[in-house]
């Protein structure tokens, strides 16, 4: 079993819906939760991170991190075209990244 | 400012035969960390630097080296190229004292024929 889990998806969706992504660990050390965006051709990008449990918001995107069901996830809301892409977990242990295995999300116009 | 500039981005090698690749960080981060990413696999660590010395690697064979620099560029090489190394190869830059302000950067795409 995979420290992380997360659903490769596809997960395709009509603009304007709220979406939401999850993952579940296992590794109950993990403090630091981060959510990262991968287009085609490119490196992933930090979209936000969240320090144990509790919620965070950056405009459209909400990041909500509970460790006593060890499960995080990732809102966003009002979703355009442009947010199609890779939407990767990352949890941080002893100086490096464990992942998720990426969910790939589509935005229909 | 500049990100995490990998060079080159595309490479085909051979069976047999190694590769360096290089990572030029974001200036005043003195932390690189490479990670393999593929379709089957996803993405996995292969190693962190800070400050010139490796504080944590992988589970990756011996094949699999890298190196910082004084000015924390690095370098990653491997040896012996088997086709399964075939992958985007990607690093990240950071402070080095957080364990969330990881910058990446494109990414080298090996391809061993």
């Known amino acids: 079993q995979k420290e992380v889990e997360q659903d490769p998806g596809p997960l395709s969706v009509p603009e304007g819906a709220i979406v939401s992504l999850n993952c579940t660990y296992s590794n109950s050390a993990f403090q630091y939760f981060m959510w990262y965006r991968q287009y085609s051709r490119k490196g992933p990008e930090l979209l936000m991170y969240t320090y144990s449990s509790g919620n965070k918001e950056d405009g459209r995107f909400t990041a909500q991190v509970d460790k006593s069901s060890k499960y995080i996830s990732l809102f966003i809301r009002d979703s355009q075209p442009s947010d199609s892409a890779t939407y990767l977990c990352a949890m941080d242990s002893n100086y490096q990244l464990i992942w998720g295995a990426g969910t790939k999300l589509i935005i229909k116009p | 400012k500049a990100g995490v500039t990998q060079t080159p981005r595309y490479l085909i090698k051979t069976r047999g035969q190694q590769v360096t690749l290089s990572c030029s960080p974001i200036?005043?981060?003195?932390?690189v960390s490479w990670y393999q990413q593929t379709p089957g696999q996803g993405l996995q660590f292969l190693f962190e630097?800070?400050?010139?010395?490796?504080?944590n690697k992988g589970n990756f064979p011996g094949r699999f080296s890298g190196r910082q620099f004084s000015n924390s560029r690095s370098e990653m090489n491997v040896s012996t190229l088997e086709l399964g190394d075939s992958a985007l190869y990607l690093c990240?830059?950071?402070?080095?004292?957080?364990?969330?302000?990881?910058?990446f950067g494109s990414g080298t795409r090996l391809t061993v024929v």
């Open positions: 990240a830059s950071s402070l080095g004292w957080d364990s969330y302000g990881y910058t």
């Open positions: 630097y800070f400050s010139e010395t490796q504080r």
């Open positions: 200036s005043g981060h003195r932390s």
